[in-house]
């Protein structure tokens, strides 16, 4: 594991980002790996383990006081700044990077689990283009239900995975699913699962989708 110390030109500030798995430059894909609230890059990227396969960069940025924003998501969205838009920031420094090395979004998969998935869901959502594959894992979309959802662009169908239990304290199905229309309407190809009262946690079928999804992005064309 390697620890990555990248610019964020956007705010101004460096970020530490943890590196395992393929070299960037030598990568068929690169799985940007965002971790919950109270979590760490660590644990994020722990689950490498159970997605790998060969030519895979892992990278997972670190929040600063391992939160990527103050309040609940469904808070509205100036409650939640400036720490959100610098997150979502970090974010696209990481996607930077890997264009840097030689890795366009389309060769990018984004994973995030809780306030890691909802931040992921965001950015994918604000900054529409194709992705290797988006995964959020008991998360959706950030802001009250009333929050203007004008995202522009198309998702180019990327395929999107939306994984939650039907019973979740911190993500109400509702917005599981409006994520899923929102994702649809951008052009994404999604498939959501909810599981009937699961824990906020990660389950062995999400993670068997996920590699699904991960072993068809890395046999796809490198040029695409």
Not at 142 to 163: H, K
Not at 189 to 209: A, C, Q, S
Request: glycine letters at 8%; charged letters at 15%.
């Amino acid at each position: 594991m390697e620890k990555l110390i990248i610019p964020v030109d956007l705010i101004q500030q460096e970020q530490v980002v943890l590196l395992d798995g393929t070299s960037p430059p030598e990568a068929r894909i690169a799985m940007v790996m965002i971790h919950g609230r109270g979590a760490t890059a660590a644990d994020i990227l722990s689950l490498r383990t159970e997605l790998a396969s060969e030519g895979i960069a892992f990278l997972a940025p670190q929040a600063k006081g391992n939160s990527w924003y103050p309040h609940t998501f469904l808070a509205p969205l100036a409650s939640n700044e400036p720490a959100l838009s610098n997150s979502l920031s970090v974010v696209g420094g990481v996607l930077t990077y890997l264009r840097q090395q030689g890795i366009s979004s389309s060769r990018v998969m984004l994973f995030g689990f809780s306030q890691g998935a909802c931040l992921c869901l965001e950015y994918a959502a604000r900054h529409a283009r194709r992705y290797a594959g988006i995964v959020g894992l008991s998360g959706g979309l950030i802001g009250p239900e009333e929050t203007p959802r004008d995202y522009a662009g198309s998702l180019e169908g990327s395929p999107v995975f939306l994984g939650c239990s039907t019973t979740d304290f911190h993500i109400p199905k509702q917005r599981v699913d409006d994520t899923q229309v929102l994702f649809e309407q951008l052009g994404a190809r999604v498939t959501k699962r909810l599981y009937p009262n699961m824990g906020h946690t990660i389950n062995d079928d999400e993670i068997n989708f996920v590699q699904s999804m991960v072993q068809a992005a890395v046999n796809q064309p490198m040029n695409l």
